[in-house]
């Protein structure tokens, strides 16, 4: 059905349709209305799960993947500082191969302290061993939150999903989402049926300690799997368009105004929305590439869609300080095109149609370089 | 589903029943598999590990080798507890009667787990937390820990001109745990097996949080020879430094007590840990031993 | 695309007012888009709150900036400048028992389309409590038709419940007829 | 045999990460740290207190010519001597590997 | 070396001595700012402030406006002992004799921050600590810490159909924090400042780790009118739920009792985050104040 | 004095020479033996400092932070799973521009647990404002010590550095080193002069909470920092050598063999001296790269370096999960020439001089490409 | 306002970040919060007991025409009404701002 | 560059043995790297311990698969195949009271340049204990003649301090005379 949610009371519902039997989390700004909403759930009954309300975020993650080894969905979600302090527990649950599936309501990493919305506490998670999705808008996080279940609990792939969205640009705005049914939800993700339960009827130990003479093999079954993910995240999306007719490109990328298009930028998340918006108004030799999955990066994708573009522009709202744009990087290392690194946005810094005006003449621009978007330094 | 199983070779009957099994690779002398066996043997199969980053991590799971014999999980050195909570809450959802029981070392859980522990205890899970307390990090070569005793040597708080050994005396955390609420608090001592078997019993019957603080003579770090850790356990309670108690439900009790208190040199000096300490360092360390006995006494029956 | 600004004070609702509106819009059929102004809303600091109505769905996610219509749950409010960056001619819906003229001279509104209607009164009547969130709904559907006052009805109703279901969309009934 | 036996798992299931398969350190024979063995001399009683000490679970109690005493698996005994402390019969003795 | 210095404009004489300044961004009837400046003028201006991420931190730092009157360092939630730690064994250092103070919310301190506090404790670090508990996270919309009351609404102890409000009952962290040895542990209220600022003063004398434990009726979370602030600070004493001790170097005494108990339905009705409680939920809690008392008047003179 | 010590010794006797005040450590495998002689030293007398022996490795970058806010230097050491309960501190002691020196000694972040080393833990800490200096054997992280308090302090940097040296591959070695006296390293990093300072006769305030009004530009100050940092780190790097009489290029970068060479290596770290050795014996057409300042990145030296090479090949110790080895991706985005990646080395996988000798190969095919170096899957 | 501050900072320190100026809260005028004004009449006694509590420190004990009063600094007062509550006078009232 | 293995048992002191040898190395001028088997070593159980000796500072930072030479501290490694790797012709220094012949025959040495010297019964002899770490250097010394004996007693003397210091020198001097 669609209805005006908010998109944070709509995260909670469709987790709550999936239906984990535990959920272990910590309040921070601003990830609080999509756990809070669910411990309202599980008070209502609404929920058949544990809510546990930890003492802090590693112990969230920590509870979370306790749980979910034995052999039940179990929840969290975060942000920011909580992000950060889960960032050890994070990699142990991808090494693990818990495919626990979480949100992150993106908020920029302290110091300063601040609130606000960008990419600084999602990005240092980039090599860990967790799929990454960034969500555009409120309908794009309910039905990413359906297909991160099937594609995390693949057996080819057994890895954690991380669910972006934008912070308070996403997790506290009201739309219209269409919410599917929670039998349609059921149906599509199904069981989870894990390789390896903590059982006491069939024992298993998780957890090894590994040495040089074995370690790095545990690392390559892991990328092994991170490539494997690329096609089920395609399958799984073409199958979810089926069954809810929805499209979502092939999972990893989506394109707006591509065709015929001379130039175009290439981001991810609640940007993106804008981007359309001015694109709409009147631009026509500009396109969007729109990053669904960060991780696995969708590098032949890029390669593929980049073919023939005069230019292209990254925007991202994240700086990897002493080196620039970690996106722009991350992408000019694939495509051949030149490429326009654009960093703004930061904290919640509002990123202006004007803003997207300077950003679209600058790629037309056909230049390789740098520019921060929205500074008031000088 | 495609269930693993593997035969492993030489397993015969008797190992094959063993819930922690040989081939571990603790130091020659360690007692930490002795606890470790003592608690499962005592609760039995039915039963979930959760164990932290440790000398017990180490000697268990080396991949491709695991001495375990009940389903054990291991995730990082200071969520313990956190982990436990996750299992226990997971396996009352799926409505499964079993044991959960974490156990740690005194670095995971005096200090890097403290937090993690109180709050399962805050949260009330019915998990039996077992810390086996070396008195120090010994997996990372012997570091001072919050439950290093007052003038241990170890390699950060080392006898030098300036310092001599640890400075603090060992936090008091079963004390903590109790004043916290935690519904079944004890110590024991590898040299009292019978005592400790009933101090896990116990746990196992009362629901909600539990926790067992088990000193763990190690030979390696206190530098003793690898004989002789039952006598250095037998020691540490008949000097009166090691004390059992237990605390049920708040109520206090000591659950055994020395007919005649041991000099607690006769236990210092068998350690060459403590081989540096001056005489009045050792009757310092005498005193605290009378002071906390008069303390302990004056607990007793006491609701705390 | 109409943009909304609400002003008013921590703890007085104000994004509830807009969740309302927005889902109201909805129920007319069109899309909205509703969100308060980021940030830690301490209990009687001026806060705002925001709102888009539109033909199609909205994908603009800028602040913002020039919005078409104010919404001022307090009269107060005004002597801290919130007409900033309304548009030429836009409206203005105060809370307020003064009259559009006397807050026009008292605030310097000329140029933009005032109404005044006082909801605080009718408030502590019905709901027993200054609460002015919900009625100044009413007004807003009266004064600019942008949302039928049946589609702020039907979601005042869906957001409450017990006896505030009744009292609210009482309370928006009242303040619709009022307003001009 | 490390990688015999990750094979082997590796057979059974896509993914090895994450778990192991219990009991498998009976494959790490613990027997070469000795440098000093155990032997059981026939003032064993077989009470059976060496055994309950014995941290590798190396000692077992068995009728040995119709008489029970400790027997001890020098596959994983690793020659620490608590079960000679212990013992209160001195019934065991030390000897250099 | 190029100091900075940035005249204030509008700096009285008046405000210029506050140590806690006007234009701090509390909520209306907020009680932080009372418990921060009677704390601050009670040790003067030689002080240093470590501070969590918090109500304080966001109403006292606002760039670039900022409340405070003496050098205060904030960096993260739950590391404000740690921070403290950390100033208070430089300033040993460079040879100063400041008073070290850490301000850090219930949350930052019973929760996420505890293991920092007992770890600053353990190393017996000269340091007051002080925390104001408003029985939630406040600064994020009220969710549970493992310091709200029993019952309570907060966001992440809602009341449902199912569970009605928090489940558990307070951590007792004064308590623990005795247990552990710190020198000097108390509880204080704004109902009852002269009694506040002794404390403060007796803890400055001490050296060592000093904890103050200081309940913060908080109108926004426990849904009062901001009028009532201090009725309600008075209430939780007058009904025996907040309990004015001190623990001076283990010994346990009462510093108010009330003439004569007033129930604590009076107490609870005044707030709204405890209108959906039962009679029977009521009585519980009225039940848990007379334990408590008869375990805290049992505890007066022992040592702990 | 040159003499044959194990180097987590001589970084133990060269920061003592430096003198912190506050040393707050938490031991982790292998960080251990560098503090736990500290802890000597300061048991001994030798060094007048506070050592805390904190309760974890949050706490012990939260109390190095709080010595060091007070206008002292502050110390810590740590590694791994101890860095990433570090993460959320780290970033907060960058943003809150106090230049401290810590050392890491790299070993792989869990799970499976191990202890040997790659780059898995410090990689993740590349976006949030620390300098990274790898060292490549003990007389290198001697002198990048005393070199890094210069460089962080300096009034137009004033952002901490992290120095990385290879777990066991270096913290556990023993060779000969020239240790300096005590006297010139003083007079080289001279007094610790912040800004500011908490002080109660000069009251300021650290730590404050921004707004999308004032946040980003604080990114830029920092973003602006790191750049002058380059500056910084090359005059230092002069300075250093004048007075110490050892070369350490300009500081960013170092080559070998490069003059003349069709190919190059770019790589960090200690296993630049196996590369050195088997280029000794038998390679005249690769040269090596060796990147000293991964952060900031030295991008306009390795387009200047790498102009005319025919290919590189880029070896790093760590994996970007779903994307690749990172630091062959950064190369990537700046230069011209084709880039053959290669990962391998992880936790303690020894790369062999075979490995070498394939790598080199590899190189000479002139393209790009990815590989796994020292694997035994398949 | 914000703006001229930072610039200010900027224009002494080559990096702002880290620190800031105390007492530069005083520039945040908080009287714009208050929905209800305290007003301190005639009964006042002067005996402060308001200004121990008012969390803003707005309340100052003045001598006002020979007399010893409560004033209230509105700049910053934000009307929480905790001085009327304490008041054992009751010498404050409220109005509508 | 000569590179050289140690064999003994966790808390034997290889590492220091390996150390001793480095710093003696870089005493006759030469170039040297010592390092422990990276890992955990736990009491008892065997462990390695390498040590690089060359004319020019030691690049090379692989672990070392076909040493030179090998040390055993204790005869009783050679059960579980110790000389893996070592060069065909290769020295081999044995801890044992059995001659080079009898070693040879019981564990397969073939091919080996095997030299075996009791230090046990002098180290028990000398320092009162089974601690043959730095005794065996003599041996070394006298077999190899890679490092002298002056410069492997100078090292052994600043390592040690008290009467350990002498005792030990006495040691390797003792075992140094010993050996052939
Ligand atoms: C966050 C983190 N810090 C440090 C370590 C390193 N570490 C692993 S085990 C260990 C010591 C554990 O001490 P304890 O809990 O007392 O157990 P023991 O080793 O004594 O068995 C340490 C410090 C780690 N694994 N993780
Ligand atoms: C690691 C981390 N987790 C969560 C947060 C979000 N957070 C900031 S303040 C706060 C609440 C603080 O609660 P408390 O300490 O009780 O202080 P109060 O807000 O009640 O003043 C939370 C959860 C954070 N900043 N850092
Ligand atoms: S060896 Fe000793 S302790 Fe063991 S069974 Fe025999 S008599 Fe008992
Ligand atoms: S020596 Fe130790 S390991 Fe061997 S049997 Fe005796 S107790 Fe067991
Ligand atoms: S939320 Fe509560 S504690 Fe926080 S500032 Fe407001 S009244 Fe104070
Ligand atoms: S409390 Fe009342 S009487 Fe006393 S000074 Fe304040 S207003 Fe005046």
């Known amino acids: 059905m669609k209805k005006v949610v908010e998109i944070s009371h709509a995260i909670a519902e469709v987790v709550s349709k999936v239906g984990p039997k535990v959920i272990a989390a910590y309040p921070i700004t601003p990830q609080t209305h999509i756990v809070e909403r669910l411990s309202e759930l599980v008070a209502n009954g609404e929920l058949d799960a544990e809510y546990l309300n930890v003492e802090s975020e590693h112990s969230a993650m920590s509870a979370t993947m306790g749980a979910q080894a034995c052999g039940v969905r179990a929840y969290t979600a975060t942000a920011s500082q909580g992000l950060a302090l889960m960032h050890e527990v994070l990699s142990v649950v991808a090494g693990e191969r818990l495919p626990v599936v979480i949100h ?30 960034y969500a555009e808008n409120g309908q794009d996080v309910v039905d990413t939150t359906i297909m991160a279940y099937r594609i995390a609990e693949n057996h080819n792939v057994l890895l954690p999903v991380m669910i972006n969205i934008d912070g308070f640009i996403l997790s506290h705005v009201y739309e219209p989402i269409d919410m599917p049914d929670t039998k349609d939800v059921k149906d599509f993700v199904g069981e989870y049926n894990p390789i390896v339960k903590l059982d006491v009827n069939d024992v298993h130990t998780i957890g090894e300690y590994a040495t040089p003479d074995n370690f790095q093999e545990f690392k390559e079954e892991q990328w092994n799997a991170m490539m494997a993910a690329k096609d089920v995240i395609k399958s799984v999306t073409a199958e979810f368009k089926e069954k809810f007719g929805r499209d979502h490109g092939d999972g990893l990328v989506e394109t707006y105004n591509l065709d015929g298009a001379k130039h175009a930028i290439i981001t991810m998340g609640s940007i993106v929305g804008t981007f359309k918006h001015f694109i709409d108004q009147e631009v026509d030799d500009v396109g969007i590439i729109k990053i669904r999955s960060f991780r696995p990066f969708p590098r032949e994708e890029l390669i593929e869609l980049t073919k023939g573009l005069e230019s292209v522009g990254v925007f991202e709202k994240v700086i990897s300080l002493g080196l620039g744009g970690p996106l722009a990087h991350e992408v000019r290392s694939v495509v051949k095109t030149p490429v326009m690194s654009f960093v703004g946005g930061l904290s919640g810094r509002d990123v202006t149609l004007n803003d997207v005006s300077h950003i679209f003449d600058k790629i037309r621009e056909k230049k390789s370089g740098f520019e921060w978007i929205g500074s008031k330094l000088k | 589903m ?61 991949y491709p080798y695991n001495a375990w014999g009940v389903p054990a999980m291991h995730s990082a050195f200071e969520n313990t507890a956190a982990i436990a909570s996750g299992i226990e809450a997971a396996q009352k959802k799926l409505g499964n ?18 937090q993690a522990l109180s709050g399962m205890v805050d949260r009330g899970h019915n998990v039996l937390y077992v810390v086996y ?60 097996l019978p005592d400790f078997k009933r101090k896990v019993q116990r746990a196992a019957e009362i629901e909600g949080p539990k926790f067992i603080h088990v000193l763990n003579p190690c030979p390696t770090g206190w530098k003793f020879d690898s004989s002789l850790t039952v006598d250095v356990a037998k020691l540490s309670v008949e000097t009166g430094l090691w004390v059992l108690f237990e605390i049920d439900h708040g109520k206090f009790r000591i659950t055994y007590k020395p007919k005649e208190f041991k000099p607690v040199r006769d236990y210092l000096m068998l350690q060459r840990r403590f081989k540096h300490l001056t005489d009045e360092e050792i009757n310092k360390i005498q005193e605290r031993v009378k002071e906390d006995w008069s303390m302990y006494e004056g607990l007793e029956g006491v609701k705390i | 695309m109409k943009e909304i600004r609400f002003h008013g004070r921590g703890g007085q609702g104000s994004v509830t007012a807009v969740e309302i509106l927005a889902v109201a819009a909805f129920k007319d059929g069109k899309y ?8 830690p809303e301490r209990r009687g600091a001026p806060v705002e709150a925001y709102c888009r109505i539109d033909d199609k769905f909205i994908n603009l996610r800028t602040q913002i900036y020039e919005p078409d219509i104010l919404v001022v749950l307090n009269e107060s409010l005004l002597e801290i400048g919130i007409t900033k960056g309304l548009k030429k001619g836009g409206t203005i819906i105060i809370n307020s028992s003064k009259s559009p003229e006397e807050l026009t001279k008292q605030y310097g509104l000329n140029g933009f389309d005032v109404h005044s209607v006082d909801v605080t009164s009718k408030a502590v009547e019905i709901l027993g409590a200054n609460i002015v969130n919900t009625g100044i709904l009413g007004a807003f559907s009266k004064v600019t038709g942008l949302v039928s006052l049946n589609s702020i009805i039907a ?14 969309v009482n309370l928006v009934k009242t303040v619709y007829e009022m307003a001009k | 045999m490390e990688d015999d036996l990750k094979k082997e798992v590796e057979k059974k299931v896509p993914n090895a990460g994450g778990f192991m398969i219990p009991g498998t350190s009976l494959l790490n024979k613990t027997g070469s740290w000795r440098t000093f063995k155990p032997i059981v001399t026939d003032k064993c009683t077989g009470c059976g207190i060496c055994a309950t000490y014995c941290p590798e679970n190396a000692i077992e109690i068995k009728e040995v010519d119709g008489k029970r005493r400790a027997v001890i698996d020098y596959d994983y005994c690793k020659g620490c001597l608590i079960c000679m402390n212990v013992c209160p019969f001195k019934a065991i003795k030390k000897v250099i590997e």
Not at chain 2, 18 to 40: M, N
Not at chain 2, 98 to 114: P, R, S
Not at chain 2, 145 to 168: D, E, L, Q, R, Y
Not at chain 2, 183 to 192: D, F, H, L, R
Request: hydrophobic share 40%.
């Open chain 1, 104 to 133: 992150v309501a993106n908020r920029t990493l302290s110091a300063p302290l601040t609130i606000w919305n960008d990419w600084s506490d999602s990005f240092p998670e980039r090599d860990n061993g967790w799929l990454q999705f």
């Open chain 2, 133 to 192: 307390d070396n008195e120090s990090y010994a997996n990372t070569g012997i570091q001072r820990s919050s439950a290093t005793p007052f003038g241990a040597w170890t390699t950060t708080s080392p006898v030098g001109k300036k310092i001599h050994g640890n400075k603090t005396f060992k936090k008091p955390l079963a004390l903590m745990m109790a004043a916290q609420g935690a519904k079944y608090v004890a110590t024991a001592s590898i040299s009292n």
């Open chain 2, 97 to 114: 009667k079993v044991n959960v029981v974490a156990f740690a070392g005194d670095g995971g859980t005096f200090d890097i787990g403290l």
């Open chain 2, 2 to 62: 495609d269930r693993v199983k593997i035969e492993v070779m030489h397993m015969n009957e008797r190992y094959e029943k063993l819930l922690f099994k040989p081939g571990h690779t603790a130091c020659a002398g360690c007692p930490i598999p002795i606890i470790v066996r003592t608690v499962l043997n005592t609760l039995g199969k039915n039963t979930i590990v959760a164990f932290g980053t440790s000398c017990l991590e180490i000697i268990s799971s080396q």
């Open chain 3, 32 to 39: 909205s888009q509703a969100f308060p102004k980021f940030g």
């Open chain 3, 155 to 168: 979601a005042t109703d869906e957001k409450f419940s017990g006896d505030l279901k009744e009292k609210n």
